[in-house]
């Protein structure tokens, strides 16, 4: 598998609240992989370690970016998670299928058009 970029998202900003922050950088990160006409896209579960997210809400502020990039993605195909606890990645697979079946747990932020 080649790495073809990495994109870095921006510090935590305390005036904004961590899933909109989340978002915004999920999102942004996902324009720039098409931009560069990546296929596929993989996302960590960014926060779930020394930060300690709830896995629950980091996987529904990924889901969401990923569902509000689809209706404009033009080379992203597939977009998976990943994270170094193998239980962490099945924890959110299970609240993404939860959310795709249309019963998610936990309110989020107004969708992001990005900026």
Known sequence: LRLATVVRTAPYTPDLSLPTVLL??????????????AARVVLPLLGTGNRGWPVHVVAEVLYRA???????ARAVREVA????????????????????EGIGPHPLPATYTGA
């Open 81 to 100: 998670v990943l994270d170094v606890q193998a239980d962490k990645v099945d924890q959110a697979a299970a609240c993404m299928r939860k959310l795709d």
């Open 24 to 37: 915004r950088d999920v999102f942004r990160a996902l324009q720039i992989a098409d931009e560069q006409a």
């Open 66 to 72: 990923m569902v509000q990039f689809a209706w404009g």
